[in-house]
Protein backbone atom coordinates (compact mmCIF):
# COMPACT_ATOMS: atom_id res chain seq x y z
CA UNK A 1 0.00 0.00 0.00
CA UNK A 2 1.58 3.13 -1.18
CA UNK A 3 0.65 6.17 2.08
CA UNK A 4 1.46 9.76 0.71
CA UNK A 5 3.04 11.95 2.75
CA UNK A 6 3.09 9.17 5.91
CA UNK A 7 5.95 8.60 7.79
CA UNK A 8 6.92 4.50 7.37
CA UNK A 9 6.13 2.13 10.32
CA UNK A 10 8.78 0.75 12.10
CA UNK A 11 9.79 -2.37 10.35
CA UNK A 12 11.67 -4.19 13.22
CA UNK A 13 8.81 -7.14 14.01
CA UNK A 14 6.07 -6.05 11.61
CA UNK A 15 5.69 -4.66 7.79
CA UNK A 16 3.20 -4.36 4.97
CA UNK A 17 3.44 -2.85 1.77
CA UNK A 18 0.25 -2.89 2.42
CA UNK A 19 -22.70 -32.60 -0.17
CA UNK A 20 -26.75 -31.66 -0.93
CA UNK A 21 -28.21 -33.97 -3.37
CA UNK A 22 -30.17 -31.48 -5.96
CA UNK A 23 -33.34 -32.55 -4.85
CA UNK A 24 -32.89 -30.56 -1.78
CA UNK A 25 -32.34 -27.81 -3.68
CA UNK A 26 -35.74 -27.83 -5.97
CA UNK A 27 -36.99 -28.06 -2.65
CA UNK A 28 -35.45 -25.37 -1.57
CA UNK A 29 -36.18 -22.77 -4.56
CA UNK A 30 -39.85 -23.68 -4.45
CA UNK A 31 -39.86 -23.04 -0.71
CA UNK A 32 -39.00 -19.44 -1.29
CA UNK A 33 -40.68 -18.84 -4.39
CA UNK A 34 -44.26 -20.16 -3.11
CA UNK A 35 -43.72 -19.80 0.42
CA UNK A 36 -41.74 -16.79 1.19
CA UNK A 37 -39.03 -18.34 3.74
CA UNK A 38 -36.79 -15.91 5.39
CA UNK A 39 -33.84 -15.63 4.02
CA UNK A 40 -31.90 -14.29 7.32
CA UNK A 41 -32.01 -11.13 9.15
CA UNK A 42 -31.85 -7.75 7.19
CA UNK A 43 -28.71 -5.73 8.53
CA UNK A 44 -29.64 -2.96 6.45
CA UNK A 45 -28.01 -1.54 3.09
CA UNK A 46 -25.55 -2.62 1.26
CA UNK A 47 -22.03 -1.21 1.84
CA UNK A 48 -21.59 1.79 -1.42
CA UNK A 49 -18.08 1.61 -2.11
CA UNK A 50 -18.10 3.59 -5.12
CA UNK A 51 -19.96 6.98 -6.61
CA UNK A 52 -22.43 4.72 -8.05
CA UNK A 53 -23.77 1.50 -6.35
CA UNK A 54 -25.11 -0.19 -9.50
CA UNK A 55 -22.08 0.36 -10.77
CA UNK A 56 -20.30 3.21 -11.50
CA UNK A 57 -17.80 3.32 -14.14
CA UNK A 58 -17.61 4.89 -17.85
CA UNK A 59 -18.96 2.78 -20.00
CA UNK A 60 -23.13 2.24 -20.63
CA UNK A 61 -24.69 -0.30 -20.32
CA UNK A 62 -25.82 -2.35 -23.69
CA UNK A 63 -28.55 -4.96 -24.30
CA UNK A 64 -30.16 -6.57 -26.58
CA UNK A 65 -33.67 -6.25 -26.40
CA UNK A 66 -33.98 -9.72 -25.15
CA UNK A 67 -32.29 -12.08 -24.24
CA UNK A 68 -29.07 -11.86 -21.25
CA UNK A 69 -26.10 -9.14 -22.21
CA UNK A 70 -23.50 -10.44 -23.61
CA UNK A 71 -19.82 -11.32 -22.71
CA UNK A 72 -16.99 -8.84 -24.24
CA UNK A 73 -13.57 -8.72 -24.80
CA UNK A 74 -11.96 -5.74 -23.12
CA UNK A 75 -11.12 -2.64 -25.18
CA UNK A 76 -7.89 -2.13 -22.97
CA UNK A 77 -6.27 -4.49 -20.85
CA UNK A 78 -3.16 -4.65 -18.75
CA UNK A 79 0.40 -5.27 -18.80
CA UNK A 80 0.35 -9.14 -19.19
CA UNK A 81 3.97 -10.80 -18.97
CA UNK A 82 5.01 -14.44 -18.72
CA UNK A 83 4.74 -16.10 -15.44
CA UNK A 84 4.62 -19.78 -16.53
CA UNK A 85 7.58 -20.64 -14.09
CA UNK A 86 7.15 -18.69 -11.33
CA UNK A 87 3.28 -19.85 -10.79
CA UNK A 88 4.68 -23.77 -11.26
CA UNK A 89 7.06 -23.31 -8.73
CA UNK A 90 4.44 -21.61 -6.24
CA UNK A 91 1.49 -24.22 -7.11
CA UNK A 92 3.67 -27.12 -7.52
CA UNK A 93 0.47 -29.72 -6.84
CA UNK A 94 -1.44 -28.62 -10.47
CA UNK A 95 0.98 -28.48 -13.81
CA UNK A 96 -0.92 -27.43 -17.02
CA UNK A 97 -0.10 -28.74 -20.33
CA UNK A 98 2.32 -26.97 -22.62
CA UNK A 99 -0.34 -25.21 -24.89
CA UNK A 100 -1.49 -23.34 -21.80
CA UNK A 101 -0.13 -19.88 -21.00
CA UNK A 102 -0.18 -18.21 -18.26
CA UNK A 103 0.64 -14.58 -17.39
CA UNK A 104 0.78 -11.74 -14.88
CA UNK A 105 -0.06 -8.37 -14.11
CA UNK A 106 -1.35 -6.17 -11.87
CA UNK A 107 -2.99 -2.74 -11.13
CA UNK A 108 -3.48 -0.15 -8.54
CA UNK A 109 -6.73 0.81 -6.86
CA UNK A 110 -7.98 2.96 -4.14
CA UNK A 111 -7.01 1.60 -0.60
CA UNK A 112 -10.63 2.64 0.41
CA UNK A 113 -12.86 3.49 -2.50
CA UNK A 114 -15.39 5.87 -3.09
CA UNK A 115 -13.43 8.34 -0.77
CA UNK A 116 -10.82 11.05 -1.65
CA UNK A 117 -7.78 9.34 0.01
CA UNK A 118 -4.72 8.90 -1.98
CA UNK A 119 -3.35 5.87 -0.40
CA UNK A 120 -3.56 2.80 -3.11
CA UNK A 121 -2.86 -0.98 -3.05
CA UNK A 122 -1.88 -3.42 -5.78
CA UNK A 123 -4.05 -6.17 -6.52
CA UNK A 124 -2.34 -9.11 -8.73
CA UNK A 125 -4.18 -10.93 -11.24
CA UNK A 126 -2.90 -13.86 -13.06
CA UNK A 127 -4.41 -15.14 -16.90
CA UNK A 128 -4.89 -18.25 -18.47
CA UNK A 129 -5.17 -18.64 -22.21
CA UNK A 130 -4.31 -20.75 -24.81
CA UNK A 131 -1.69 -20.22 -27.35
CA UNK A 132 -4.36 -20.39 -29.82
CA UNK A 133 -6.55 -17.82 -27.94
CA UNK A 134 -7.82 -15.29 -30.12
CA UNK A 135 -7.32 -11.16 -29.06
CA UNK A 136 -10.65 -10.73 -29.18
CA UNK A 137 -11.93 -13.78 -26.72
CA UNK A 138 -14.08 -12.94 -24.20
CA UNK A 139 -12.95 -13.70 -20.40
CA UNK A 140 -14.27 -14.23 -17.07
CA UNK A 141 -12.50 -13.18 -13.42
CA UNK A 142 -12.22 -16.16 -11.13
CA UNK A 143 -12.17 -15.49 -6.83
CA UNK A 144 -11.56 -17.34 -4.34
CA UNK A 145 -11.58 -15.23 -1.53
CA UNK A 146 -9.18 -15.75 1.35
CA UNK A 147 -9.60 -19.83 0.81
CA UNK A 148 -6.41 -20.02 -0.63
CA UNK A 149 -4.76 -17.37 -3.47
CA UNK A 150 -7.46 -17.17 -6.53
CA UNK A 151 -4.18 -18.10 -8.51
CA UNK A 152 -4.28 -21.89 -7.14
CA UNK A 153 -7.76 -22.19 -8.35
CA UNK A 154 -6.36 -21.27 -11.50
CA UNK A 155 -3.76 -23.49 -11.45
CA UNK A 156 -6.48 -26.37 -10.90
CA UNK A 157 -8.74 -25.43 -13.59
CA UNK A 158 -5.88 -25.18 -16.23
CA UNK A 159 -4.50 -28.13 -15.73
CA UNK A 160 -7.63 -30.10 -15.51
CA UNK A 161 -10.15 -31.90 -18.63
CA UNK A 162 -12.29 -28.16 -19.12
CA UNK A 163 -8.81 -26.27 -20.08
CA UNK A 164 -10.14 -26.23 -23.31
CA UNK A 165 -12.50 -23.76 -22.40
CA UNK A 166 -9.74 -21.34 -22.29
CA UNK A 167 -9.42 -21.06 -26.08
CA UNK A 168 -12.92 -19.06 -25.83
CA UNK A 169 -12.60 -17.74 -22.40
CA UNK A 170 -9.83 -16.45 -21.05
CA UNK A 171 -9.59 -16.88 -17.07
CA UNK A 172 -8.51 -14.01 -14.97
CA UNK A 173 -7.56 -14.70 -11.44
CA UNK A 174 -7.66 -11.69 -9.33
CA UNK A 175 -5.72 -12.49 -5.81
CA UNK A 176 -7.47 -10.64 -2.51
CA UNK A 177 -5.98 -8.16 -1.30
CA UNK A 178 -2.92 -9.31 0.69
CA UNK A 179 -2.89 -12.61 -0.93
CA UNK A 180 -0.88 -14.24 -4.12
CA UNK A 181 0.83 -11.16 -6.07
CA UNK A 182 -1.01 -8.89 -4.36
CA UNK A 183 0.49 -6.27 -2.25
CA UNK A 184 1.54 -8.57 0.51
CA UNK A 185 0.44 -8.32 4.05
CA UNK A 186 2.99 -8.75 7.28
CA UNK A 187 1.82 -7.61 10.17
CA UNK A 188 2.42 -10.45 12.15
CA UNK A 189 5.17 -11.76 14.58
CA UNK A 190 6.86 -15.13 13.69
CA UNK A 191 5.14 -16.52 17.64
CA UNK A 192 2.01 -14.98 16.94
CA UNK A 193 1.66 -16.73 13.46
CA UNK A 194 2.94 -20.05 14.81
CA UNK A 195 0.43 -20.20 17.52
CA UNK A 196 -2.49 -19.32 15.66
CA UNK A 197 -2.12 -21.72 12.59
CA UNK A 198 -1.48 -24.44 15.46
CA UNK A 199 -4.76 -22.98 17.37
CA UNK A 200 -2.70 -22.55 20.46
CA UNK A 201 -1.15 -25.82 20.56
CA UNK A 202 1.89 -26.78 22.67
CA UNK A 203 3.14 -30.36 23.48
CA UNK A 204 2.56 -31.34 27.02
CA UNK A 205 2.64 -30.59 29.84
CA UNK A 206 0.91 -27.08 28.60
CA UNK A 207 -1.77 -28.95 25.70
CA UNK A 208 -4.78 -28.69 27.57
CA UNK A 209 -7.89 -27.57 26.15
CA UNK A 210 -8.47 -24.30 28.56
CA UNK A 211 -4.10 -23.24 28.16
CA UNK A 212 -4.05 -23.77 24.62
CA UNK A 213 -7.68 -21.53 24.43
CA UNK A 214 -5.59 -19.09 26.62
CA UNK A 215 -2.80 -18.71 24.42
CA UNK A 216 -4.56 -18.57 20.97
CA UNK A 217 -6.80 -16.00 22.28
CA UNK A 218 -3.88 -13.80 23.76
CA UNK A 219 -1.98 -14.01 20.32
CA UNK A 220 -5.13 -13.27 18.32
CA UNK A 221 -5.82 -10.08 19.84
CA UNK A 222 -1.63 -9.14 20.05
CA UNK A 223 -1.80 -9.80 16.32
CA UNK A 224 -5.15 -7.44 16.12
CA UNK A 225 -3.25 -4.62 17.76
CA UNK A 226 -0.17 -5.31 15.56
CA UNK A 227 -1.67 -5.51 12.42
CA UNK A 228 -4.33 -2.21 13.40
CA UNK A 229 -1.01 0.01 13.93
CA UNK A 230 0.49 -1.34 10.92
CA UNK A 231 -2.24 -1.00 8.79
CA UNK A 232 -3.72 1.57 10.06
CA UNK A 233 -6.04 3.61 8.90
CA UNK A 234 -6.85 0.99 6.16
CA UNK A 235 -7.19 -2.06 8.82
CA UNK A 236 -10.81 -2.98 7.73
CA UNK A 237 -10.25 -2.22 4.27
CA UNK A 238 -9.57 -5.87 3.30
CA UNK A 239 -13.40 -6.86 3.07
CA UNK A 240 -15.40 -9.12 0.38
CA UNK A 241 -17.19 -5.72 -0.47
CA UNK A 242 -13.58 -4.25 -1.14
CA UNK A 243 -12.34 -6.95 -3.18
CA UNK A 244 -15.96 -7.04 -5.23
CA UNK A 245 -14.79 -3.18 -5.57
CA UNK A 246 -11.18 -4.36 -7.12
CA UNK A 247 -12.71 -6.35 -9.62
CA UNK A 248 -15.29 -3.48 -10.69
CA UNK A 249 -11.75 -1.70 -11.10
CA UNK A 250 -10.91 -4.24 -13.54
CA UNK A 251 -13.92 -3.74 -15.48
CA UNK A 252 -13.52 -0.20 -15.36
CA UNK A 253 -9.62 -1.20 -16.83
CA UNK A 254 -10.68 -3.44 -19.44
CA UNK A 255 -13.61 -0.84 -20.48
CA UNK A 256 -16.26 -3.62 -20.98
CA UNK A 257 -20.39 -3.27 -19.85
CA UNK A 258 -20.38 -6.41 -17.87
CA UNK A 259 -17.95 -9.01 -16.16
CA UNK A 260 -18.59 -12.88 -16.48
CA UNK A 261 -17.24 -13.88 -12.48
CA UNK A 262 -16.97 -17.46 -11.39
CA UNK A 263 -16.68 -17.57 -7.25
CA UNK A 264 -15.75 -20.71 -5.78
CA UNK A 265 -15.56 -21.41 -1.89
CA UNK A 266 -14.58 -17.92 0.22
CA UNK A 267 -14.92 -16.72 -3.29
CA UNK A 268 -18.78 -16.64 -3.46
CA UNK A 269 -19.18 -13.91 -1.05
CA UNK A 270 -16.51 -11.94 -2.95
CA UNK A 271 -18.77 -12.53 -6.08
CA UNK A 272 -22.50 -12.32 -4.45
CA UNK A 273 -20.60 -8.87 -2.77
CA UNK A 274 -19.69 -7.82 -6.62
CA UNK A 275 -23.26 -9.16 -7.29
CA UNK A 276 -24.97 -6.80 -4.61
CA UNK A 277 -22.68 -3.61 -5.28
CA UNK A 278 -22.88 -3.73 -9.12
CA UNK A 279 -25.93 -5.76 -10.48
CA UNK A 280 -26.21 -3.62 -13.83
CA UNK A 281 -22.49 -5.06 -14.02
CA UNK A 282 -23.34 -8.62 -13.92
CA UNK A 283 -23.32 -11.14 -17.31
CA UNK A 284 -22.78 -13.66 -15.82
CA UNK A 285 -22.11 -15.78 -11.62
CA UNK A 286 -21.09 -18.60 -11.71
CA UNK A 287 -20.68 -19.53 -7.57
CA UNK A 288 -18.97 -23.06 -7.09
CA UNK A 289 -19.71 -24.50 -3.74
CA UNK A 290 -19.95 -21.22 -1.95
CA UNK A 291 -19.80 -20.37 1.78
CA UNK A 292 -22.49 -19.33 3.33
CA UNK A 293 -23.62 -15.77 2.95
CA UNK A 294 -24.98 -12.99 5.32
CA UNK A 295 -24.58 -15.50 7.62
CA UNK A 296 -23.48 -15.07 11.58
CA UNK A 297 -19.99 -16.20 12.74
CA UNK A 298 -21.29 -18.85 14.47
CA UNK A 299 -23.47 -20.80 12.32
CA UNK A 300 -20.86 -20.08 9.44
CA UNK A 301 -18.33 -22.33 11.57
CA UNK A 302 -20.81 -25.05 12.33
CA UNK A 303 -21.40 -25.13 9.16
CA UNK A 304 -17.99 -25.34 7.73
CA UNK A 305 -17.26 -28.36 10.47
CA UNK A 306 -20.24 -30.24 9.52
CA UNK A 307 -19.12 -29.76 5.32
CA UNK A 308 -15.80 -31.21 5.82
CA UNK A 309 -16.43 -34.00 8.48
CA UNK A 310 -18.86 -34.96 6.16
CA UNK A 311 -16.02 -34.37 3.21
CA UNK A 312 -13.52 -36.60 5.11
CA UNK A 313 -16.36 -39.29 6.17
CA UNK A 314 -16.73 -39.19 2.09
CA UNK A 315 -12.85 -39.67 1.70
CA UNK A 316 -13.22 -42.58 4.60
CA UNK A 317 -15.57 -44.46 2.53
CA UNK A 318 -13.86 -44.20 -0.94
CA UNK A 319 -10.33 -44.94 0.77
CA UNK A 320 -11.83 -48.24 2.04
CA UNK A 321 -13.02 -48.85 -1.65
CA UNK A 322 -9.70 -48.91 -3.02
CA UNK A 323 -7.84 -50.90 -0.41
CA UNK A 324 -5.68 -47.66 0.61
CA UNK A 325 -2.40 -47.56 3.11
CA UNK A 326 -5.16 -46.32 6.45
CA UNK A 327 -6.74 -50.09 6.67
CA UNK A 328 -9.75 -51.09 7.44
CA UNK A 329 -11.49 -48.31 9.17
CA UNK A 330 -9.57 -44.99 7.52
CA UNK A 331 -11.91 -43.14 9.26
CA UNK A 332 -10.81 -44.79 12.73
CA UNK A 333 -7.20 -43.87 11.55
CA UNK A 334 -7.50 -40.75 11.23
CA UNK A 335 -9.28 -40.04 14.31
CA UNK A 336 -6.16 -41.75 15.81
CA UNK A 337 -3.96 -40.13 14.27
CA UNK A 338 -5.33 -36.70 15.11
CA UNK A 339 -5.59 -37.64 18.87
CA UNK A 340 -2.29 -38.82 18.98
CA UNK A 341 -1.39 -35.02 17.64
CA UNK A 342 -3.39 -33.40 20.09
CA UNK A 343 -1.72 -35.03 23.33
CA UNK A 344 1.52 -34.30 21.79
CA UNK A 345 2.78 -37.66 20.81
CA UNK A 346 3.45 -37.03 16.74
CA UNK A 347 6.37 -35.53 16.46
CA UNK A 348 5.75 -32.16 17.52
CA UNK A 349 2.85 -31.65 14.64
CA UNK A 350 -0.86 -30.44 16.48
CA UNK A 351 -4.03 -31.88 15.47
CA UNK A 352 -4.95 -28.70 13.18
CA UNK A 353 -1.57 -29.42 11.71
CA UNK A 354 -2.47 -32.90 10.44
CA UNK A 355 -6.63 -31.72 9.70
CA UNK A 356 -4.96 -29.05 7.65
CA UNK A 357 -2.79 -31.39 5.60
CA UNK A 358 -5.14 -34.05 4.76
CA UNK A 359 -8.28 -31.43 3.55
CA UNK A 360 -5.62 -29.36 1.67
CA UNK A 361 -3.99 -32.55 -0.23
CA UNK A 362 -7.60 -33.44 -0.87
CA UNK A 363 -8.59 -30.00 -1.83
CA UNK A 364 -5.69 -29.66 -4.79
CA UNK A 365 -4.68 -33.23 -5.23
CA UNK A 366 -4.35 -35.62 -8.52
CA UNK A 367 -7.17 -35.00 -10.69
CA UNK A 368 -7.66 -38.54 -10.74
CA UNK A 369 -9.37 -39.25 -7.44
CA UNK A 370 -7.99 -42.70 -6.93
CA UNK A 371 -4.90 -41.25 -6.74
CA UNK A 372 -6.30 -38.11 -4.57
CA UNK A 373 -7.48 -40.25 -1.91
CA UNK A 374 -4.40 -42.83 -2.08
CA UNK A 375 -1.90 -40.48 -1.96
CA UNK A 376 -3.60 -38.63 1.29
CA UNK A 377 -3.96 -41.72 2.94
CA UNK A 378 -0.41 -42.53 2.15
CA UNK A 379 0.43 -39.56 3.78
CA UNK A 380 -1.15 -40.50 7.40
CA UNK A 381 -0.07 -43.82 7.38
CA UNK A 382 3.35 -42.75 6.99
CA UNK A 383 3.00 -40.05 10.12
CA UNK A 384 1.67 -42.79 12.04
CA UNK A 385 4.16 -45.28 11.36
CA UNK A 386 6.60 -42.91 12.57
CA UNK A 387 7.79 -41.54 9.15
CA UNK A 388 6.69 -37.82 8.64
CA UNK A 389 8.56 -36.38 5.99
CA UNK A 390 5.55 -36.52 3.72
CA UNK A 391 3.32 -34.90 6.33
CA UNK A 392 5.95 -32.11 7.15
CA UNK A 393 5.60 -31.22 3.16
CA UNK A 394 2.15 -31.44 3.27
CA UNK A 395 1.37 -28.73 6.48
CA UNK A 396 4.14 -26.46 4.96
CA UNK A 397 1.89 -26.79 1.86
CA UNK A 398 -1.23 -26.23 3.61
CA UNK A 399 -0.10 -23.10 5.54
CA UNK A 400 1.34 -21.87 2.56
CA UNK A 401 -1.69 -21.51 1.28
CA UNK A 402 -4.10 -20.93 3.25
CA UNK A 403 -3.07 -19.69 6.48
CA UNK A 404 -1.05 -16.03 5.07
CA UNK A 405 -1.35 -12.60 7.21
CA UNK A 406 -3.66 -11.15 4.36
CA UNK A 407 -5.80 -14.28 4.69
CA UNK A 408 -6.40 -13.73 8.29
CA UNK A 409 -6.87 -9.87 8.05
CA UNK A 410 -9.22 -10.87 4.81
CA UNK A 411 -11.04 -13.18 7.27
CA UNK A 412 -11.17 -10.92 10.55
CA UNK A 413 -12.55 -8.26 8.11
CA UNK A 414 -15.56 -10.13 7.21
CA UNK A 415 -16.32 -11.30 10.59
CA UNK A 416 -19.65 -8.85 11.55
CA UNK A 417 -19.63 -10.39 14.99
CA UNK A 418 -16.64 -12.15 16.71
CA UNK A 419 -17.88 -15.10 19.35
CA UNK A 420 -17.05 -14.44 22.63
CA UNK A 421 -14.78 -16.93 24.91
CA UNK A 422 -17.03 -18.38 26.54
CA UNK A 423 -19.26 -19.37 23.93
CA UNK A 424 -15.86 -20.75 22.04
CA UNK A 425 -15.21 -23.19 25.38
CA UNK A 426 -18.75 -24.76 25.27
CA UNK A 427 -18.63 -25.14 21.35
CA UNK A 428 -15.58 -27.08 21.82
CA UNK A 429 -17.25 -29.17 23.95
CA UNK A 430 -20.42 -29.84 22.04
CA UNK A 431 -18.31 -30.00 18.64
CA UNK A 432 -16.03 -31.90 19.42
CA UNK A 433 -18.74 -34.49 20.03
CA UNK A 434 -20.42 -33.84 17.46
CA UNK A 435 -17.71 -33.71 14.76
CA UNK A 436 -15.68 -35.99 15.96
CA UNK A 437 -12.52 -35.66 13.35
CA UNK A 438 -13.69 -31.12 12.21
CA UNK A 439 -14.68 -30.15 15.42
CA UNK A 440 -12.19 -29.02 17.77
CA UNK A 441 -10.22 -27.37 15.39
CA UNK A 442 -13.35 -25.63 13.98
CA UNK A 443 -14.64 -23.88 17.16
CA UNK A 444 -10.78 -22.97 18.04
CA UNK A 445 -10.49 -21.31 14.74
CA UNK A 446 -13.61 -18.95 16.12
CA UNK A 447 -10.62 -17.27 18.10
CA UNK A 448 -8.34 -16.43 15.47
CA UNK A 449 -9.84 -12.69 14.89
CA UNK A 450 -9.95 -12.06 18.83
CA UNK A 451 -9.72 -8.60 19.48
CA UNK A 452 -10.77 -7.10 15.75
CA UNK A 453 -13.25 -4.45 15.03
CA UNK A 454 -16.73 -5.69 14.05
CA UNK A 455 -16.62 -5.27 10.18
CA UNK A 456 -19.38 -4.03 8.34
CA UNK A 457 -22.48 -6.51 7.56
CA UNK A 458 -22.14 -7.97 3.55
CA UNK A 459 -24.34 -6.54 0.73
CA UNK A 460 -27.49 -7.57 0.46
CA UNK A 461 -28.02 -8.85 -3.28
CA UNK A 462 -30.71 -6.57 -5.21
CA UNK A 463 -31.69 -6.26 -8.86
CA UNK A 464 -29.86 -9.16 -10.06
CA UNK A 465 -30.91 -9.70 -13.73
CA UNK A 466 -29.22 -12.58 -15.14
CA UNK A 467 -29.17 -16.63 -14.10
CA UNK A 468 -26.94 -17.73 -11.90
CA UNK A 469 -25.42 -20.87 -11.73
CA UNK A 470 -24.62 -23.00 -8.68
CA UNK A 471 -22.43 -25.52 -8.63
CA UNK A 472 -21.86 -27.72 -5.71
CA UNK A 473 -18.60 -30.20 -4.71
CA UNK A 474 -20.00 -32.89 -2.36
CA UNK A 475 -16.97 -33.67 -0.54
CA UNK A 476 -15.18 -30.04 -0.80
CA UNK A 477 -12.97 -30.31 2.27
CA UNK A 478 -12.11 -26.81 2.81
CA UNK A 479 -15.54 -25.59 3.27
CA UNK A 480 -17.76 -28.63 2.44
CA UNK A 481 -20.73 -27.53 0.57
CA UNK A 482 -23.85 -26.68 3.34
CA UNK A 483 -23.44 -23.47 1.95
CA UNK A 484 -25.85 -23.83 -1.27
CA UNK A 485 -29.12 -23.98 1.10
CA UNK A 486 -28.31 -20.47 2.39
CA UNK A 487 -27.04 -18.71 -1.15
CA UNK A 488 -29.81 -20.34 -2.87
CA UNK A 489 -32.26 -18.79 -0.38
CA UNK A 490 -31.02 -15.61 -1.10
CA UNK A 491 -30.94 -15.83 -4.64
CA UNK A 492 -34.15 -17.37 -5.27
CA UNK A 493 -35.77 -14.75 -2.15
CA UNK A 494 -34.28 -11.90 -4.65
CA UNK A 495 -35.89 -13.24 -8.07
CA UNK A 496 -33.17 -14.10 -9.58
CA UNK A 497 -33.51 -17.78 -11.93
CA UNK A 498 -31.04 -20.24 -10.38
CA UNK A 499 -29.59 -23.62 -12.17
CA UNK A 500 -27.88 -25.76 -9.75
CA UNK A 501 -25.04 -29.10 -10.73
CA UNK A 502 -23.96 -31.38 -8.47
CA UNK A 503 -20.84 -32.97 -8.43
CA UNK A 504 -20.13 -36.05 -6.42
CA UNK A 505 -16.15 -35.87 -6.35
CA UNK A 506 -13.38 -35.42 -3.75
CA UNK A 507 -12.19 -31.77 -4.25
CA UNK A 508 -12.26 -27.74 -4.32
CA UNK A 509 -13.76 -26.70 -7.23
CA UNK A 510 -15.94 -28.79 -9.57
CA UNK A 511 -15.73 -26.06 -11.96
CA UNK A 512 -12.16 -27.14 -12.31
CA UNK A 513 -12.14 -30.71 -11.53
CA UNK A 514 -15.66 -32.20 -13.34
CA UNK A 515 -15.96 -31.65 -17.31
CA UNK A 516 -20.01 -32.49 -16.29
CA UNK A 517 -20.16 -29.44 -14.24
CA UNK A 518 -17.33 -27.65 -16.40
CA UNK A 519 -19.42 -28.56 -19.65
CA UNK A 520 -22.64 -26.81 -17.81
CA UNK A 521 -20.35 -23.94 -16.86
CA UNK A 522 -19.14 -23.54 -20.73
CA UNK A 523 -22.99 -23.79 -21.74
CA UNK A 524 -23.88 -21.31 -19.72
CA UNK A 525 -20.78 -18.83 -20.23
CA UNK A 526 -22.06 -18.97 -23.94
CA UNK A 527 -25.75 -18.49 -23.86
CA UNK A 528 -26.42 -16.73 -20.65
CA UNK A 529 -29.23 -19.18 -19.95
CA UNK A 530 -28.77 -21.51 -16.56
CA UNK A 531 -28.79 -25.11 -17.34
CA UNK A 532 -31.60 -27.49 -15.27
CA UNK A 533 -30.28 -28.64 -12.60
CA UNK A 534 -29.01 -31.69 -12.20
CA UNK A 535 -25.92 -33.88 -10.45
CA UNK A 536 -22.65 -35.19 -12.16
CA UNK A 537 -21.15 -38.26 -11.41
CA UNK A 538 -17.56 -38.48 -9.48
Known sequence: MRRPDRRPHDPSSRHSSVGRPIALWLIIISCVVIAGCAVGPDNGPPLVVGDDAHGGGTSSSVQAPSGPPALQSPRADLGWRDCRDDLVRSYGFATPASDVILECASFRTAATPGTQGLDTVTVGAVRARLTRTAREATPVVLTTGTDLPSAAALMLYAAGPNHEQLLDHPVVALNRRGTGNSDPIDCLTRTERSTLVADGFQPPPAASGAQRSDRLAAAAASAADGCTETLSPHQLDYTSAFAAADIEKLRTIWQVDRLGLVGVGQGGDVALAYAGLYPSRVARLVLDTPTPYRTDTKDRAQNRAAGVQAALDGFADQCRAVDCSL?????????????????????????????AALTTSLAVGPLDRRSSVTAAADILSAAGAGDTSRLQTAVSTAHALRDGDGQLVGRCNDVAATVGRSTVDQLLGDWTTQYRLTGTTTALDLLRCNGWSAGPPAPTVTGLDVPVLLLSAAADTLNGNGGIEAVTKALVGARVSVGAIGWQGVGYSAWARSDCAGGATRAYLDTGTAPPSTDCPA
Open 327 to 355: GADPGAAVRRLLDRAAAGDLSGFSDTDVL
